[in-house]
């Protein structure tokens, strides 16, 4: 047998941790798999002191980066350390010394995956980020391989574990957001800051690189629409019981006569729709194509060793391209341009939460304010407001109009005197 591939390791934290176990636990099928053995030669770390699980004690620590990226018996770089701009600058000088590279970072790949990807191309190096998205569902090689043949018109999905598990326990449990928040950090689904999950960034990133992806088209973060989880009570999530509906984060990218739209928002799904029996820290992504029709995929989002496996995947990739020396990313660097659509030519259902003053003539103000924008009701209901005498809450679903004209209705119906407040709205998902 060959001489075993040497990898270098950024960071031996959760992800990192399960790296190592894997290349340990199944060394003998990985090697099978690949025809040569897989070592890992040293990890980069903050603090060399730190604690950490005793059968590690054997692998060579460092805390100088230049011990893994100048060392030319490292074939893969393994970056699972997090960060952007220092991140950045330790990939890019790996590419430069002909090293591959595989990383678990959707901050980075969201930022410059573009970049990196067609430096990876130009220095013959291949660039692999499958666990970047949906950790323990192969995703990335879905869209890139098994349906490779089809045109994707859509991806929805839910692909931020730490939300999916607080809007399962909340709707569940009638837990608060403050509660079930504090317990998905202690179960360590929640980002270090978890403000990146509650407030829809963690999933923009997965959005914009899957959709950079299936589109074959340059998305940034910049480009997908974001709203997060903080304004979601237990109120709304109640309504949505009584409706019929299941409420998730949803990260939506479609393309629609040339035009695509990418969002990620909490969003009502008929509880018949399969994304809304996906729950706790689950994932799950749901992809449409023109020949194939519907197809969906489903597994854990994050975690040791979930995210580890997508991580080791791509290592068996690389090394069986090491073998057949072919490498180079030039079929996942984007290929066309694409125009985003504008908030008027973007469809939904909306559901919207009104607390109103009850006394007469406020439901004429109101339904002639939404007669006025054109948008009609598919159900509506008035109910007393228990801790506010002289006010009600107006709870409605509209039938399809635009992300501009329901942006439109709620700022003006915040200004109708027979209005207190509007207390939410959100996208509601047709259904089928
Ligand atoms: P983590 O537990 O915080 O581990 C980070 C590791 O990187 C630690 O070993 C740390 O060293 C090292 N590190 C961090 N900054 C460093 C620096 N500036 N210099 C040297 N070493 C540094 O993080 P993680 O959860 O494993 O996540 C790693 C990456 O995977 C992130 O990009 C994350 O978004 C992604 N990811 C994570 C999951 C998950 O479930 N955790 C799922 C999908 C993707 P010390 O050990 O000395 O502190
Ligand atoms: N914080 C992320 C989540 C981790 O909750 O999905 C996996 O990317």
Not at 2 to 14: K, P, S
Not at 78 to 100: C, F, N, P, S, W
Not at 147 to 164: C, E, F, P, Y
């Amino acid at each position: 047998m060959e001489r075993a591939i040497q990898i270098g390791l950024l960071g031996l934290g959760t992800v990192g941790t399960g790296v190592a176990s894997i290349i340990k636990q199944h060394q003998e099928t990985l090697s099978h798999q690949i025809g040569r053995p897989i070592e890992i030669k040293r990890a980069f770390v903050k603090d060399l002191h730190k604690s950490r699980e005793p059968w590690l004690s054997s692998l060579e620590l460092t805390e100088d980066v230049n011990a893994i990226i100048q060392d030319p018996s490292i074939d893969v770089v393994i970056e699972v350390m997090g960060g952007i701009d220092e991140t950045y600058q330790y990939v890019e000088r790996a590419l430069k010394e002909k090293k591959h590279v595989i990383t678990a970072n959707k901050d980075l790949m969201a930022e410059y995956g573009s970049t990196l990807l067609h430096k990876a191309n130009d220095l013959h190096c291949d660039l692999f980020y499958e666990a970047s998205v949906a950790g323990g569902i192969p995703i990335i090689r879905t869209i890139t391989d098994g349906l490779s043949a089809d045109k994707l018109t859509k991806i929805m999905g839910i692909v931020n574990g730490t939300t999916n598990y607080m809007l399962t326990k909340m709707t569940e449990e009638k837990r608060t957001f403050d509660d079930v928040l504090d317990e998905a950090q202690t179960l360590g689904y929640a980002e270090a800051d978890p403000t990146a999950d509650v407030d829809g960034l963690d999933a923009a990133r997965k959005m914009a690189i899957l959709a950079t992806l299936a589109f074959s088209t340059q998305v940034y973060i910049s480009d997908v629409s974001v709203k997060g989880i903080r304004t979601v009570s237990d109120i709304d999530l109640s309504y949505c019981e009584r409706f019929g509906y299941t409420m998730k984060l949803i990260g939506l990218a479609q393309k629609d006569e040339g035009q695509l739209e990418v969002r990620v928002e909490p969003t009502l799904l008929p509880n018949t729709h399969p994304l809304a029996n996906v729950h706790n820290e689950y994932n799950a992504v749901l992809v449409e194509g023109e020949a194939m029709g519907e197809s969906m995929y489903y597994g854990p989002g994050a975690g040791s060793l979930p995210t580890a496996t997508a991580v080791v995947s791509d290592l068996v990739t690389v090394a069986k391209n090491i073998q057949r020396r072919v490498h180079g990313m030039s079929y996942q660097t984007p290929m066309f341009q694409t125009t985003f659509k504008q908030e008027n030519e973007i469809q939904s259902p909306y559901f919207i939460r009104l607390h109103v003053y009850d006394r007469a003539g406020t439901f004429a103000a109101i339904t002639t304010l939404f007669a006025q924008h054109d948008v009609s009701f598919e159900r509506l209901i008035q109910l007393p407001l228990a801790d506010q005498q002289e006010q009600a809450e107006v709870v409605l679903i509209t039938h399809t109009t635009t992300v501009a004209i329901i942006k439109e209705l709620v700022a003006k119906l915040k200004q109708l005197e027979a209005v207190a407040d509007v207390a939410s709205y959100y996208r509601v998902e047709q259904k089928g």
